[in-house]
């Protein structure tokens, strides 16, 4: 009888210890967090680096105007995903479309974990690290219609572009039920929600906007490419946290994730400079920089599920492709001043099906094989993301545009475009001599 009475409390505390860890809450991990921490710091970094890459490439009458447009996304769109942004992207489902405002405010988005996005890490700390990247895309855009959009139109462009663009692709690819999710496409850092949406908007913005006054007709180098280079080191360095923070742990997969991003950049840097140095002669410092932007784009949807030689492949095609992708404009008639078509539409482009060719579930068991691993579907899942991506982005940004236009107004005057956008828009100048 004792025998009895004590196998049956061991069994008792057993089935207790059980359903107590079964029933634990989520911990807080130090490590995961102050990674993620860290990388939203990174990843925030990039858009003053954004600012300075495309402040060097335009006229010195539009420096200011310029970096504007990208640093004053910080302030919008943290703002806007604060309020409604995140719930919209990243809220309970409803359909498959787009989240409920159920986290208006960030209500209900605290300090302990949230399993759906991570076990390990404060709620909050992931939706700082997802602002992040709300805040780069549409700044993103901007290098399409620089040194000829009116600012204040601008301001009311970036709500409209993240409410309806940006937050409702973010839901379709990244939130729990968003269809594209559930279809299984990968998309490991935001090649379609980032890069393909980026670039067929600004797709969108350069055939409505137009030209610039001159276009095609007068030179119009790059004022600064020393702030150029200095813009583009800066992404580099912050798409460490773009990419391996998206692991959204400090691990194994967030280390993969780093080292590829760095390979392929270093591939398509080269790929780009020795394409140029072929096609014009000479190897130029814009072309080193803007491969390596391209090479960051070419990787990011693949960069949590491929190796380092694939990296190599992606990097290497990334650059050649943009390189020739950024001369169609010429061809086709759009002033798309600053290659955002050419570089993340087709970076971004290339990234997504590069996955659905190198994806390899050795690296990560969550994700799924791509073609060359045996597995044909994958491949064909990527296109109708990317397709879907493609069509929405241009034709909502288009919309958004031309309703902008007949109320507002997209360009700012001749005469104010012909003395630049730091003067008529913001009452300054760059440079005092």
């Not at 009116?150 to 692709?169: G, N, Q, R």
């Not at 280079?229 to 360095?237: E, I, K």
């Not at 990527?382 to 909502?396: D, H, R």
Request: hydrophobic share 50%; proline share 4%.
């Amino acid at each position: 009888m004792k025998k009895l009475l004590f196998m049956f409390s061991v069994n008792l505390f057993m089935v207790g210890m059980a359903w107590a860890e079964t029933t634990a809450p989520p911990k807080v991990d130090t490590g995961d967090t102050s990674w993620i921490l860290i990388s939203s710091a990174l990843v925030m970094l990039m858009t003053p680096g954004l600012a300075l890459f495309y402040g060097g490439m335009v006229r010195s009458k539009n420096v200011l105007g310029t970096i504007m447009q990208s640093f004053i996304a910080l302030g919008v769109i943290t703002i806007q995903w604060v309020l409604y942004g995140y719930s919209l992207a990243f809220g309970p489902d409803i359909g498959g479309i787009i989240g409920s405002l159920d986290w208006l405010g960030l209500r209900g988005v605290g300090l302990d974990p949230f399993p759906d996005y991570s076990a390990t890490i404060p709620h909050q700390a992931f939706m700082i690290f997802q602002m992040m990247f709300a805040v780069i895309t549409p700044a993103l855009i901007t290098g399409a219609f620089a040194e000829r959009f009116k600012f204040k139109t601008y301001l009311v462009f970036l709500i409209l572009w993240a409410t309806f663009v940006y937050d409702p692709l973010a839901h379709w690819v990244w939130g729990v039920g968003g269809w594209i999710r559930n279809l299984g496409a990968l998309d490991f850092a935001g090649g379609l929600v980032v890069h393909v949406s980026s670039g067929m908007s600004a797709l969108a913005a350069a055939l409505v906007v137009g030209k610039r006054k001159g276009y095609g007709d007068e030179p119009m180098p790059p004022h600064n490419l020393t702030m150029t280079l200095l813009g583009a080191a800066l992404l580099w360095f912050g798409w460490f946290g773009f990419n391996g923070g998206s692991a959204v742990a400090s691990g194994s997969l967030a280390t993969s994730a780093f080292v590829v991003t760095h390979i392929s950049t270093a591939a398509a840097a080269l790929s780009w400079m020795i394409a140029e140095w072929v096609y014009r002669g000479n190897p130029t410092v814009l072309g080193a920089a803007s491969g390596a932007v391209a090479g960051l784009v070419a990787i990011t949807p693949a960069s949590g599920f491929v190796g380092p030689v694939s990296a190599i492949v992606i990097g290497l095609m990334g650059g050649l492709l943009c390189y020739y992708a950024i001369h169609l404009k010429s061809k086709f008639g759009y002033d798309d001043s600053l290659d955002v078509v050419g570089v993340h539409g087709v970076g971004g482009t290339w990234g997504a099906l590069a996955t659905g060719l190198f994806a390899c579930k050795a690296i990560n068991p969550s994700g799924n094989d791509g073609l060359l691993f045996g597995n044909f579907s994958l491949i064909g899942i990527q296109g109708i993301s990317i397709i879907s991506a493609w069509i929405y982005s241009f034709v909502v940004t288009l919309i958004l545009l031309k309703i902008l236009d007949w109320t507002m107004g997209l360009r700012v005057s001749d005469e104010h475009e012909i003395n630049g956008l730091d003067l008529s828009q913001h009452g300054e100048a760059g440079y005092s001599f």
